[in-house]
């Protein structure tokens, strides 16, 4: 199965600032699905098909990549970024989730 | 709007099963397929399998065979999920997620969890 890899497993930003965060796959997949999950929710679909934004998600984000690396940006951290991210694909079964990105505000 | 309902929480003895409900509204049901997603506490997510309730079709993860069985009752648009003998690994909070038609099957729809708890 494709493993999907965060870097980094933790981060922390200030206001304001430029946030990126990787998903590296094992093997090269089509696409990359990207969830946000605060504390104690359910997961949202967040980016899809690499650099979709799903509906009501803010401008501020964008996602990017192809083959192996794909990417999340944040141009301007706001507190209610504050969450963990996971990256997605089902190029191949079984589907599989990276670990996860925690993003906290500094 | 799409809603996905699920069962409330469980509490389950070692070695018992526990079945648990999603209830699809605001789409055809027949129309999606279903994923069940665990969640382990403090952890990521893990794909257990999914459910074509068009034709009753299922795909597990290779780890949950024999744990998971992933059924539906198309009259009232219900997913369930059933986990067989259940051990010290099985406490986790379980989703269920629509799968998209738009693009490359996200999943665009989730539940708001069933938390399952393993205690004698």
Same mark, same amino acid.
Request: proline share 4%.
């Given at each position: 199965q494709i493993v999907l890899t965060h870097s980094p497993a933790i981060m922390s930003?200030?206001?304001?600032?430029?946030?990126t965060m990787?998903? $590296? &796959?094992?093997?090269?997949?089509?696409?990359?699905?990207?969830?946000?999950? #605060?504390?104690?929710?359910? @997961?949202?679909?967040?980016?899809?098909?690499?650099? #979709?934004? &799903?509906?009501?998600? @803010?401008?501020?984000?964008?996602? $990017?990549?192809?083959?192996?690396?794909?990417s999340l940006t944040i141009s301007s951290m706001e507190a209610e970024d504050e969450a963990t991210y996971y990256c997605q694909q089902w190029s191949s079964n079984p589907p599989t989730f990276g670990a996860g990105t925690k993003l906290e505000l500094k | 709007?799409?809603?996905?309902?699920?069962?409330?929480?469980?509490?389950? %003895?070692?070695?018992?099963?526990?079945?648990?409900?999603?209830?699809?509204?605001? =789409?055809? !049901?027949?129309?999606y397929v279903?994923? *069940?997603? %665990?969640? %382990?506490p403090g952890q990521g997510l893990e794909w257990i399998?999914? !459910?074509?309730?068009?034709?009753?079709?299922? %795909?597990y993860n290779e780890k949950f065979k024999g744990k998971a069985t992933l059924t539906s009752d198309k009259s009232s648009s219900?997913?369930?999920?059933?986990?067989?003998?259940?051990?010290s690994e099985d406490p986790a909070v379980y989703y269920c997620a629509r799968t998209s038609r738009d693009g490359y099957y996200?999943?665009? =729809? *989730?539940?708001?969890?069933?938390?399952?708890?393993?205690s004698s």
């Open positions: 930003a200030f206001l304001g600032e430029k946030v990787t998903c $590296s &796959a094992s093997s090269s997949v089509s696409y990359m699905h990207w969830y946000q999950q #605060k504390s104690g929710t359910f @997961p949202k679909r967040w980016i899809y098909d690499t650099s #979709k934004l &799903a509906s009501g998600v @803010p401008a501020r984000f964008s996602g $990017s990549g192809s083959g192996t690396s794909y | 709007e799409v809603q996905l309902q699920q069962s409330g929480p469980e509490l389950v %003895k070692p070695g018992a099963s526990v079945k648990m409900s999603c209830k699809a509204s605001g =789409y055809t !049901f027949t129309s279903m994923h *069940w997603v %665990k969640q %382990k399998g999914y !459910f074509n309730p068009y034709n009753d079709i299922t %795909k219900t997913a369930y999920m059933e986990l067989s003998s259940l051990t996200a999943m665009d =729809y *989730w539940g708001q969890g069933t938390s399952v708890t393993v």
